[in-house]
């Protein structure tokens, strides 16, 4: 039987129960984050399951007196422990993925598996066993807003109806078949629609988020150090990469894209209002972003130039940004959306929660930790290029 903690309390006033919690991808950039709250702030017990766990060995070793976390060295894919798992605890939180867009296009038979058929079995013990299912999916699901579609002197295109993107009315638009970016999209917006079918039919516990460009420190890997030569990692630690390397920022098609950015632990701070108010929270899809830290991508290589020459003490580059073609710089089906701003009245109604850390805030401190973490490495790597 579940404990109670005295003193802490809920949204309704009722006391929270310590529960046991399987958090499969704890050991990447958001489990990472969400199992440090879980040790610091609460008295759940933490199932963490991954195939890796550098960005958690130090909340693993030494061992915790209290047992409160261990780690499960598996993959999803073919081990028969999982399910055990899924049974020993109360709620499962899915955050296993492929979720770097280099991958879409050019991995999509990854993509899809990775998104759609490996997350099948997690549904499928959790609404068999009676268990709360919490699935991370994404913003992409979303795709193209409505006003990417009027010209772009259109004054609709101004008009929020057609570009705030809102969980329970927004349609689903994805490009053709052929630009495979899509197979991300397409493979999560799948699994939503099945969890919500177990909800409906078979009375699964569950809720739904879609990050809204989640950054932060231990954030993907930067290419070379931490991750491969030719990996491609998302925009922020590709602009941070180059940045540590003195080279320009890449600009894919002129970096036009506009996006919203929130800081992690802004991020987790609602992800754990999910945990402890099941109440409100299952049966909801959450939007979880900052709509306030809206810029395009040029001028998020323009703020991170600016911000990293302030932590580094580095002068900025005379030249700090170049453009790439999409095709060049992604491969071939490559294809995306013109914005993505969250509609916060679901989760603001549910949980209260709203973020507040501007993006000037969040790329302080993430830079800070890049240049402090990546910076000798870096160095080191310059200048012995034939070691690297």
Request: glycine residues 6%; charged residues 25%; hydrophobic residues 35%.
């Amino acid at each position: 039987m579940a404990s109670t903690v005295e003193g802490r309390l809920d949204l309704d006033g009722n006391p929270i129960k310590a529960i046991k919690i399987c958090i499969i991808g704890a050991g990447g950039f958001i489990g990472s984050h969400l199992c440090e709250k879980l040790m610091a702030e609460t008295p759940h017990t933490v199932f963490a399951v991954d195939v890796y766990n550098d960005k958690i060995k130090h909340l693993l070793e030494p061992p915790r007196a209290d047992g409160r976390i261990q780690f499960h060295r598996l993959n999803i894919k073919n081990d028969s422990r999982l399910e055990g798992i899924v049974k020993l605890c109360d709620l499962t939180i899915n955050l296993a993925a492929i979720c770097t867009p280099a991958d879409y296009n050019t991995r999509p038979l990854d993509t899809i598996y990775s998104n759609f058929i490996d997350a099948l079995p997690v549904v499928k013990f959790c609404s068999e066993n009676g268990k709360r299912l919490i699935h991370f999916s994404t913003c992409e699901i979303y795709g193209k807003t409505v006003g990417s579609f009027l010209p772009k002197d259109h004054p609709l295109r101004q008009d929020p109806d057609f570009y705030v993107l809102k969980e329970d009315a927004s349609p689903c638009i994805f490009g053709p078949i052929e630009k495979q970016r899509w197979s991300y999209a397409c493979a999560k917006q799948l699994i939503e629609r099945l969890i919500y079918a177990e909800g409906a039919e078979n009375g699964l516990e569950f809720t739904i988020v879609r990050p809204f460009n989640w950054i932060g420190p231990r954030m993907d890997f930067i290419p070379g150090i931490d991750g491969p030569s030719e990996g491609v990692p998302r925009v922020l630690a590709c602009f941070s990469n180059n940045l540590l390397r003195r080279e320009p920022l890449k600009l894919v098609d002129g970096g036009e894209s506009q996006r919203t950015f929130i800081y992690i632990k802004d991020a987790i701070e609602a992800v754990l209002l999910m945990i402890e108010n099941p109440s409100r929270a299952n049966g909801q899809i959450f939007n979880v972003g900052n709509p306030n830290n809206e810029v395009s991508v040029r001028q998020l290589a323009e703020m991170m130039t600016q911000v990293y020459s302030k932590v580094s003490g580095e002068p900025p580059l005379e030249v700090p940004t170049i453009d790439v073609s999409s095709k060049v710089f992604y491969g071939e089906g490559y294809d995306d959306s013109d914005r993505r701003i969250p509609d916060m009245t679901i989760i603001n109604k549910q949980l209260g929660w709203n973020p507040n850390t501007s993006l000037w805030d969040l790329l302080d401190s993430t830079l800070t930790y890049q240049h402090r973490t990546y910076a000798e490495a870096i160095k080191k790597t310059l200048a012995n290029p034939t070691t690297s």
